[in-house]
Every structure is written in C-alpha cells, then in structure tokens.
C-alpha cells in the first residue's frame, strides 16, 4: 500500500490565493519531501523535512510535519499561474529505503 | 551539472518487441531508482540501486522487467517482451544516501 497519500485529488484557486496541501503515512520515516510535477516533465524537489522538525519555510513554501498524526502539510501563499502542477509527497523510512510516493494534489491557479 | 539523463525520450513500439530505456545518473550520486508512471496507477517505484547493487526490486512487475546498472555513471531498464499494458512515462533518479532525488525528463512509452 502507499505510505503517502495526499489530500485533495486535486484544489483549483484563484491566483494570489494560498493553497494548502496534505500528506498521510503509516509508518515511521526518516524524511519527508515534497515535489513537484509539471506537465509531462519529471518530478522537482521542493523541500525536505527531517523527522525532527516540525515547520520549514522555503521562499513561498511551508511546509509542517507532525510526526504524532504521521502527517505533513504544504502551504504556498501567494499563488501564481505558474503554481499550476501536480504535488506530490514521498517517505523515506529510517533505513534509506520505502521511498514512497503518495498519488499527488494536482494544482491550478487560474489567473 | 546536466542533471539525470535518459534516452530516448520517446519510444513507440510493437508488443513483443524488446524496449531498453537507459539512464546517466548525476555524476557523485550513489543511488539510482527507477520509476513508472500513469494515470491510473501514478507513480510506482520500480527498483532502486544503491552503489551499482539491486537493492530493492519488489516493485518490478513482472519477469519481463529486468534492470541493470553495471557502473556508477549508467543504468537500463529492459522490458522483454513488451506489451500495450507496459505503455506509461518511465522516470529515472538519482540522489545521495537520504537525500533528495533528481529526476530526469522521462521516456514516454507507448506499445502498440
């Protein structure tokens, strides 16, 4: 089974707007990334978050982890029509190993 | 740096015939994964690589997948025989140990 999933499917915005995106997982893990998908492009890393860190900022980005609830959240304010992908999050256990990647949010910010 | 390469970046083909999808991983990176992507399944871990060795290849869907990394800087992913069931975006990847991943552009896969 997929150790992360996302939550919505799939969010459509108005630009300028922030959108909130979550991530489950079962099992304790070592790290947790975020990604992103353009169309027909491979996936970009966003940012990482360590197990023992609970809130990391990059640029526009927030990203929490509650390791507690085994769930993550991304936050991009001030959205653009460039946000406009898909958002994927991914597990990696303790080991280095179940790099798992959750079915993915897909964004549109409408302009 | 040029960032993980594959080739081709297209590839259509008949059922039955062989595919090999190649990948150049970031030079330094040590692990190397190997990914399928479509719309009805997402994104599946395939098999990964950790120093040239098969780590984990639970993921491999069935015999006619088979995958090699015989050195550091290069790695295939063969499909034999292929068929229309196999048709999907392959990703390869490379990082450090418990780092992040870097994708490459994919090779989109089509078996008619």
């Known amino acids: 089974s997929q150790q992360g999933e996302e939550d919505p499917q799939a969010l459509s915005i108005q630009e300028g707007e922030n959108a909130t995106m979550n991530c489950s997982y079962k099992t304790s893990i070592n790290n947790l990334q975020w990604y992103r998908q353009n169309s027909g492009r491979g996936l970009v890393h966003l940012i990482l978050?360590?197990?023992?860190?609970r809130e990391k900022h990059s640029g526009r980005l927030r990203v929490t982890l509650d390791t507690s609830k085994k769930s993550s959240s991304l936050l991009i304010t001030a959205s653009r029509a460039a946000d406009t992908a898909s958002y994927f999050c991914?597990?990696?256990?303790?080991?280095?190993?179940?790099?798992?990647f959750g079915p993915g949010t897909r964004l549109s910010v409408l302009p | 740096d040029a960032g993980v390469i594959q080739s081709p970046r297209h590839e259509v083909t008949e059922m039955g015939q062989e595919v090999t999808l190649r990948c150049k991983p970031i030079s330094g990176h040590n692990s190397l994964f190997w990914y399928r992507q479509t719309m009805m399944r997402g994104l599946e871990l395939l098999i990964y690589f950790n120093n040239n060795v098969p780590i984990d290849d639970s993921g491999m869907p069935e015999d006619r997948f088979s995958a090699k990394m015989p050195n550091a800087s290069f790695s295939t992913l063969k499909i034999q025989p292929s068929e229309p069931r196999d048709s999907a975006v392959y990703f390869c990847?490379?990082?450090?140990?418990?780092?992040?991943?870097?994708f490459g552009p994919g090779t989109r896969l089509t078996v008619l």
């Open positions: 978050i360590r197990s023992n860190e």
């Open positions: 991914a597990t990696e256990d303790n080991y280095g190993q179940n790099f798992v």
């Open positions: 990847a490379s990082s450090l140990v418990f780092g992040t991943q870097y």
